[in-house]
């Protein structure tokens, strides 16, 4: 039996900019992925800061911040089998130019720009994943996400 998991994709200003968020948004469906949530957010440096905590200090890091707040972005909780393995390999690698020459059909190979707008982000594991929906979806409750009802209960929102 498969079971549903669940990881936090992000498409990223540069991509929402270019007007690419429905095509990825139909890359990712029929890629078999379910759009289990979806929501338009700009944010703030604070927020940004927060979320890439890990990266702090590093001289990317104001680059990624000021990148991140450049504008709006889709948030999105995408529900698959090996959801968090297959969402990486389907974005590809980190740089977009790295990404052109080594997997020139996957997403920031195709919407992408360099190695800081690379217009998708997604969880590095389950655990990511989890602290990565509550903090993009805290009005999501986690008791609701696991089962048959899980996708109806998301709708919703
Ligand atoms: N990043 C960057 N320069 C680097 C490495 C990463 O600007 O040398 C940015 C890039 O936007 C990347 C994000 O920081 O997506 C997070 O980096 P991470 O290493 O976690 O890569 P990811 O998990 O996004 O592939």
Known sequence: ??????TLGLIKPDAVRAGKSREIMQLAELSGFQ?????????????????????????FFPGLVGFMTSGPLYAMVLGREDAVKSWRGLMGPTNSLTAREQQPT???????TNGTQNATHGS??????????????????????????????????
């Open 1 to 6: 039996m498969s079971t549903l998991e669940r």
């Open 106 to 112: 996957c997403l920031r190979a195709l919407y992408g």
């Open 35 to 59: 759009l289990l949530a979806k929501k338009t957010l700009q944010l703030s440096q604070e927020r940004a800061e927060e979320f890439y905590a890990e990266h702090q200090g590093k001289p």
């Open 124 to 157: 590095d594991s389950s655990a990511s994943a989890n602290r990565e929906i509550a903090f993009f979806f805290p009005e999501l409750q986690p008791d609701a996400l696991e089962g048959p009802e899980a996708t109806a209960t998301y709708l919703q929102e």
